[in-house]
């Protein structure tokens, strides 16, 4: 599954980028317009950043077909590389992506809510469609259960379009979505910290770190593979404790400490 920021913000772009294994970024405009910078030299920074292979998907503004063809090529124009325009679901738009088709421009088609929506975006030339979870939930239309009905139409008709589930507010909706199939997903920045927080996590790794400066110190593997290396030389022998083989009468009850 592709994972996907979707974001303006520059330094919540290159933090992702940086620590997590993206795949490109998304915009609309209500998500440009929070950044109140240039329009023009924002999305080329973007660009920069993720470099001319990731996607990037940017939005339309245009309701007619022509116009929206006209901003789609301005956009590739603009930045370059891996680029999808996005069009919100309509009959121009789906004008718009036929045409913009047959020039080899990449569409991502959004505004997804109801499973013939996909199904016409896809037929129409839509390289992605983009469900929107959250507010299908908020009808009480289970976005999940629209995902997943998409995708297996897709796999029904051999459809090569794909699904960009979108508009996320937990790790829930997003591993529920993961399950049923969703090509990929994009979400706001904060969602990736969520997506590898635990807190039974954070306390394996305090047990480690317990247990290693029960014997170690303040030693770090590093210290200790270069001081075997120069002869111990430049390990912090006098911060390190007696060391000993640990016995099974140890190992029980180092267990029954942990229970």
């Known amino acids: 599954m592709l994972y996907i920021i979707d ?3 520059v330094e919540e772009i290159r933090k992702c980028v940086e620590f997590y294994p993206v795949d490109g970024v998304t915009t609309n405009p209500t ?20 470099g001319p292979d990731m996607m990037f998907h940017i939005q339309t503004t245009a309701s007619d077909a022509e116009s929206i063809i006209e901003e789609a090529i301005a956009l590739k124009r603009t930045v370059g590389g891996n680029f999808y325009i996005k069009i919100p679901i309509s009959p121009e738009g789906l004008k718009a992506t036929m045409e913009l088709k047959k020039m080899g421009i ?16 896809a037929k129409a030339g839509a390289d992605f469609v983009a469900p929107y979870i959250n507010r299908l939930d908020n009808i009480v239309s289970d976005g ?20 960009l589930a979108a508009s996320f507010k937990n790790v829930e909706q997003v591993h529920k979505v993961a399950m ?11 969602l990736f910290d969520k997506l590898v927080y635990h807190p039974l996590t954070l306390y394996a790794v305090d ?6 400066e029960n014997v170690y110190v303040d030693n770090s593997v590093l210290d200790l ?6 002869g111990n030389k430049g390990i912090k022998a ?8 640990l016995t099974l009468k140890d190992s029980e009850e180092n267990s029954a400490e942990k229970k």
């Open 207 to 212: 047990d480690f770190a317990t247990d290693w």
């Open 106 to 121: 990449k569409v991502t088609m959004t505004a997804i809510f109801t499973q013939q929506q996909a199904l016409i975006a």
């Open 144 to 163: 999940v259960h629209v995902v997943e009905e998409i995708v297996n139409m897709f796999n029904l008709y051999d459809i090569k379009c794909q699904v």
């Open 180 to 190: 049923v199939g969703s090509h990929a997903v994009t979400i706001n920045p904060d």
């Open 7 to 9: 974001s303006a913000n």
């Open 31 to 50: 998500i440009i317009s929070r950044e109140k910078s240039d329009f023009p030299s924002l999305i080329k920074e973007i660009r920069s950043i993720i």
């Open 225 to 230: 593979l270069k001081g075997e290396a120069n």
């Open 238 to 245: 006098e911060s390190m404790k007696s060391l000993k083989p």
